[in-house]
């Protein structure tokens, strides 16, 4: 069965750094563009970062740019979300996805993403 499977989500202080990653399974990743959407409480699912299966061009939110590094090791089949200084409103479940489709900007959260993981969640706060 083909799916992604996140790990390293949980609760730290403002400030503080977490890494996410993403392993694949049933498929094979180096096929598929990346990334990391994240949805909080009553807000809609956004786009955090994402990187091209080339691994050249990577994509970030303007609130994360410069705290947030995406990166993926298709050797490994894993994609990893590297978060520091982090802040109370990077609170939310962050979801890892892959995308067949070419991109040339941050995807959508739509049906044209092909795979998405099960949801890590991420919890800043004093």
């Known amino acids: 069965q083909a799916q992604l499977v996140e790990s390293g989500g949980g609760s730290v202080q403002p400030g503080g750094s977490l890494r996410l990653s993403c392993s694949a399974s049933g498929f094979s990743l180096d096929n598929y563009n990346i990334g990391w959407f994240r949805q909080a409480p009553g807000k809609e699912r956004e786009g955090v970062a994402w990187?091209?299966?080339?691994?050249?061009?990577?994509y970030y939110a303007d609130s994360v740019q410069g705290r947030f590094t995406i990166s993926r090791d298709n050797v490994k089949n894993t994609m990893y979300l590297q978060m520091t200084a982090l802040r109370p409103e990077d609170t939310a479940v962050y979801y890892c996805?892959?995308?067949?489709?070419?991109?040339?900007?941050?995807?959508?959260?739509?049906?044209?993403?092909?795979?998405w993981g099960q949801g890590a969640q991420v919890t800043v706060s004093s």
């Open positions: 990187i091209d299966r080339s691994a050249f061009n990577t």
């Open positions: 996805a892959a995308l067949a489709l070419s991109i040339a900007s941050m995807p959508t959260a739509g049906p044209n993403i092909n795979y």
